[in-house]
């Protein structure tokens, strides 16, 4: 196992070709995640952003190339051999056990190797970020509005113990002030220094947040550099075809 040093990205994409099938949607992207730094990932619906996340996180094997965390190959590693490297993924959709409570959920999301009072700080770390999930703890996830749903699906970057989180469309469908409370919870995860890549369809909040930002247009980085480096209008207009600020 390679050593991670302190320039050694915490996730690295060299030269990833992956798709479905005999359907390639990612040809040749390479992508380094600094530790500690937030990455947006730009692009037009069907450029393969949620195509890389799922790659990055093993649900899809590249046909070419590499995948790498803190330097250690593991381009054909289980996604739980990656999620106890440290990587965790936020998919689209409020992925949660309905007919279970919020207590319950939480619970489910610590790993297995965190344990004993490990875990129960990681459920306290959980309820202080989202108060309203502490004041749920019984209901049934299922019950809860979507914007809570939400919360409680973000709540496995707070148990797990993340150094890089990918997070899908967290904002998808969501009230504003909700979204204000989503974008706080991740930049908290962001002041710990645990690296994230968003994938975001409000794209004025995603570049806010931002160290660095990567434009993926037909499944190839079109454009990589420091989010003050490219103008967030021309983005819109360009690339993703929207008003600035709104959802694509």
């Known amino acids: 196992m390679t050593t991670p040093t302190q320039e050694e990205p915490v996730l690295r994409l060299a030269g990833v070709e992956a798709g479905y099938g005999k359907a390639t949607v990612l040809r040749d992207v390479s992508l380094d995640v600094p530790p500690g730094t937030v ?5 037009p619906n069907g450029g393969g952003k949620t195509t890389l996340l799922r790659t990055a996180a093993g649900l899809i094997t590249p046909s070419a ?9 593991q381009t054909r590693s289980a996604p739980s051999q990656r999620a106890r490297r440290g990587l965790c993924l936020i998919p689209e ?4 056990f ?13 790993p297995p190797w965190v344990r004993g009072q490990a875990a129960e700080e990681a459920v306290e770390r959980t309820v202080a970020t989202f108060p309203v999930l502490g004041k749920r703890l019984g209901q049934t996830a ?15 970057a707070f148990v797990s113990g993340p150094r890089v989180v990918l997070l899908d469309e967290v ?13 706080a919870a991740l930049r908290l ?3 710990h220094g645990i690296a994230l890549v ?42 993703l075809g929207t008003e600035v600020g709104g959802p694509r």
Do not use: C, K
Request: glycine residues 12%; without cysteine.
């Open 39 to 43: 990455v947006a990932l730009l692009g």
């Open 65 to 73: 190339g590499l995948v790498s965390i803190d330097g250690a190959d």
């Open 93 to 96: 959709g409020r992925g949660v």
């Open 98 to 110: 309905r007919s279970l409570t919020v207590r319950e959920n939480i619970r489910l999301q610590v």
């Open 142 to 156: 299922g019950t809860l509005s979507g914007g809570q749903q939400q919360m409680l699906a973000l709540s496995r």
């Open 171 to 183: 904002s998808m469908g969501l009230a504003p002030l909700v979204i204000d409370e989503i974008f």
């Open 189 to 191: 995860l962001a002041d």
């Open 198 to 239: 968003l994938v975001e369809q409000y794209v004025h909040r995603a570049m806010a947040m931002a160290d660095h930002v990567v434009l993926l247009v037909r499944g190839r980085v079109s454009w990589s550099g420091p989010a003050d480096g490219i103008d967030e209008e021309r983005i819109t207009r360009e690339y």
